[in-house]
C-alpha cells in the first residue's frame, strides 16, 4: 500500500516536471515574436494544454501501452510498484535538473532512458533492445529531422505566398529620448562630467522595433489575421503536447487499483498546468529568444509544423517528442533566415544526449534503493 502512495506521488511529480519543462514550449513563438507576453502566452499553453490531456482519453490511448514498460521487461517486472516507481523518480528528476538550468529536454527521452536504467538493474542484460530500438529510439531520433525538413519547406513556401500576394513588411521607427554623460571640458580638481538629453531614432529589429507585416488577404488586414492563425496554431501545438505526453505518464499509474485511467489523466493533467504556471520561465526564455529571432510568420510556421507533426505522431501510437520536434522546426526556419543561434543549438543537443543515461542512472539507482528499503 506505501509503495502505491509513493508511486502515485511520483506520477504528480512527474507531471509537474514535465508541464515546467514543456508547456511553454507550445508558445514559445508568441513570446518571441512579441505577439503575446508571458502572462497571455503561459495561460494559453496551460489552457490547451489541459484540453490536449483531456482529449488524451479517447485519441491517445496507444501511447499508455506503449510506455507500461511491457515488452521491454518482463510482465512480472513491468507491472511491479517498485519498478514504476523507480521511472516516475528517475524521469522526474531528471526534467526537473533541466528545468532548474533551463533546457529544453524531452520527457519522452527521460522516460525510454529511465524504463532502460530501471530494467537493467531488474534483470540485466535481459532488457529488450529489440523493442527499445523499434518503439522508442526510432521515432526519437527521426521526428526532429522531420521537423527541420517541414520547417524550412513551410516557411519557404509561405514566404512565397506572402511575396506573391504583395504582402511587404514595414519597421516601427523608435523615438524617444536619450540621456548621456559626456566628460566636461572645464579644468576641475576632481572629474567632471555633464548630463545632457538627446532625441535618439532607432531602427532596432531585434530590441527595440517590430517587424509586421502591411497589406491584405483575402480581403483581411494581414498583420491581425497573421496573430489571430499564430496564437491558434501556438493552441493546437500545446494541445497536441498534452494530447502525446499525457498517456506516457499515466501508464505509469495503471497498477493502482481503483484509479480508472480517466482520473489518472485528469490528475496528470493538473500536475502538468500547475508545473507549466509556477517554472516554466527559465525554458521559456530559451525556446523563445535563444535559439533563432522571429518574426510573426515564422513563429507561425514553426507552430504549424510542430502541431502537424506531434498530432499525427500521438494519432498513430508514435512517441516523439514534442521538444525534439519543435526545436527542430525552430532550426529548419533559422537555417532559411540564416539567424540561428549555433551555440544554443549544440548545448541543446548536449542535453538531449545525455538525458537518457542520467534518466537511467536516477531510475537505477532509485529501483536498487526501493529494493533494499521495501525488499520488492
Known sequence: MIILIILFLATCFLAYSNGANDNFKGVATLFGSRTANYKHAIWWATLTTFAGSLASVFFASGLVSTFSGKGLVPQGIAVSPGFLTAVAIGTATTVMVATVTGFPISTTHSLTGALVGAGFVAIGAQVNFAVLGSSFFLPLLLSPV???????IFYSIFRIIRIRS????????CVGKENKVTPSCH???????????????????EENCQEIYKGHFLGMNSQKLLDCLHFCSAGVVSFARGLNDTPKIVA?????????????????????SVGGLLNARK???????????LNHGQGF???????ILVIFASRFGMPVSTTHVSVGSLFGIGLITRRINTRTVLEILLSWFTTLPIAAIFSGGTYWIIGKCLLI
Open 146 to 152: 522531420f521537423a527541420i525538413v517541414f520547417g524550412s
Open 283 to 293: 525554458v521559456a526564455e530559451t525556446m523563445s529568444n535563444k535559439i533563432t529571432k
Open 301 to 307: 510556421t514553426a507552430n504549424l509544423v510542430t502541431g
Open 187 to 205: 579644468p576641475a580638481p576632481v572629474l567632471s562630467v555633464n548630463y545632457s538629453s538627446t532625441i535618439d531614432v532607432t531602427i532596432d529589429t
Open 166 to 173: 504583395r504582402i511587404t513588411k514595414e519597421w516601427c521607427l
Open 252 to 272: 505509469l499509474l495503471l497498477l493502482i487499483k481503483g484509479l480508472s485511467i480517466h482520473w489518472g489523466m485528469l490528475a496528470v493533467a493538473v500536475g502538468m
